[in-house]
């Protein structure tokens, strides 16, 4: 009950409900603490001191409505504003504001009302809300709803049991979060069946898949985690990132000597990067990473439909990520090079950065199951335009000189490498 002790001194005082409203607000405002123990801790204390539970539960009430409503007009009236700033237009409110207000119409009232037993993640959750345009008096009969299930029965529990209330309430609050992250699991799960539809029903149609919220979500949470842990283990870096165009379609093209090279490639940009592939990885159990990530299938018996799909999706404003060697190197050499990514290039009229990754066979060698710490550097490389009035050969020759220079700068070339004519013509 340590806790109950760091909690004293706030509550162990007349002016209990103040204090205790003044808690709960500036825990809306953000603050990763659980509002069951700031209820608890009044309804312990309160009792010593002699205050009126049901004073308690008002002061408990009224803390909870303004510390909410906060956030949730804040994210209402300035979102606007927040709309003009850079940071905000590349990665939320002018993209994706669509479907933050379709999800919240369809979502909102189940939503407010989960996360508000959920510490750290009910504040933004409002502000997205807000956002969102949500009617305000919905917000309100929702939190509210929330608010009315732990305030008074915390308080009175406290008031009335003492310290016994407390550990058993404490203890139960393991128990509660259980149930409410088995919610949050199943309506996830439920998202992303309706995204594999959405995603299968374009696939028939033709169309390549497109990242939608709960996709970008999850990807970018990931790539944040990974780019951590390549730091640690991996010593990464990234050389010559702006480089990479910030919004607009592009192909990014690199070498392929690991199984972890998407990753390596992924968090060498801040933006979503869809994969090219083969459609018979799709048959392996990583299928519902995959899909997560939008990667586009191809057959890689079927050109002329793998080429219609890379041009679609960079219609759609991708960022497309191809390895032209088509296969992981088995001893880090550079393999044969197909030109599909500047044929692709070419027809859909977008720019191709080249990626060189160095020490990235080191680093997971084909057939190894665990990483080596090995320093892994990502060289970006300028964008290279590829003219509509190229011929078959000419693009073949322009991808060899350039895959020729990735190899070279990777530290990739095979022993009896033959410069390409491109390469020695000038």
Not at 172 to 180: F, K
Not at 313 to 318: D, F, I, R
Not at 349 to 361: Q, S
Request: proline share 7%; with cysteine.
């Amino acid at each position: 009950m340590e806790w109950l002790e760091i909690l004293r001194p706030l509550f162990d005082q007349h002016g209990i409900y103040f204090a205790l409203a003044g808690a709960l607000i500036i825990c809306g405002l953000g603050l990763p603490v659980p509002e069951e123990a700031i209820f608890l801790a009044a309804g312990y204390f309160g009792r010593r001191v002699g205050a009126d539970p049901w004073l308690l539960c008002a002061a408990g009430l009224v803390g909870v409505l303004i510390g909410d409503l906060i956030p949730f007009l804040a994210g209402r009236y300035f979102s606007k504003q927040l709309q003009q700033k850079a940071f905000f237009q590349r990665w939320w409110l002018a993209r994706y504001r669509p479907q933050i207000e379709a999800f919240f119409a369809s979502h909102g009232s189940k939503t407010i009302f989960i996360a508000r037993f959920i510490a750290g993640l009910r504040t933004p959750t409002f502000v997205m809300a807000g956002a969102a345009r949500m009617p305000i008096h919905t917000f309100l009969l929702w939190d509210m709803l929330g608010a009315l299930v732990s305030c008074p029965v915390a308080i009175f529990l406290a008031y009335w049991f003492g310290e016994r209330a407390v550990q058993w309430v404490a203890d139960s609050q393991v128990y509660i979060y259980v149930v409410v992250s088995g919610l949050i699991a199943l309506f996830i799960v439920r998202a992303l069946r309706q995204r594999a539809a959405v995603r299968a029903e374009a696939l028939r149609n033709g169309r390549p898949p497109e990242p939608g919220l709960l996709n970008r979500a999850c990807y970018f949470s990931a790539r944040f985690i990974f780019k951590v842990t390549m730091k640690v283990l991996f010593r990464y870096e990234v050389r010559g990132a702006e480089r990479i165009p910030a919004s607009g379609p592009v192909i990014l093209i690199a070498n392929h000597a690991s199984f972890i090279d998407p990753i390596f490639v992924a968090c060498a940009t801040g933006r979503f990067v869809q994969y090219l592939m083969y459609s018979t990885f799709y048959r392996s159990i990583a299928r519902p990473v995959f899909e997560l990530c939008c990667t586009i299938p191809v057959d890689e018996k079927d050109f002329l439909a793998a080429l219609k799909s890379g041009v679609r999706a960079l219609q759609q404003g991708a960022c497309v990520g191809i390895f032209p060697e088509g296969a992981v190197s088995h001893d880090g050499k550079l393999l044969p090079a197909k030109a599909g990514a500047f044929f692709i290039a070419q027809r859909a009229g977008v720019p191709v950065v080249p990626l060189a990754i160095c020490g990235n066979h080191g680093a997971l060698p084909r057939g190894a199951w665990f990483p080596r710490p090995r320093k892994v550097t990502v060289l970006v490389g300028e964008p290279i335009q590829v003219s509509r009035d190229l011929s078959k050969d000419d693009v073949q020759a322009l991808l060899d000189k350039t895959m020729f220079e990735i190899a070279e700068k990777a530290g990739a070339l095979p022993p009896s490498t033959i410069i390409p004519s491109a390469t020695l013509a000038q």
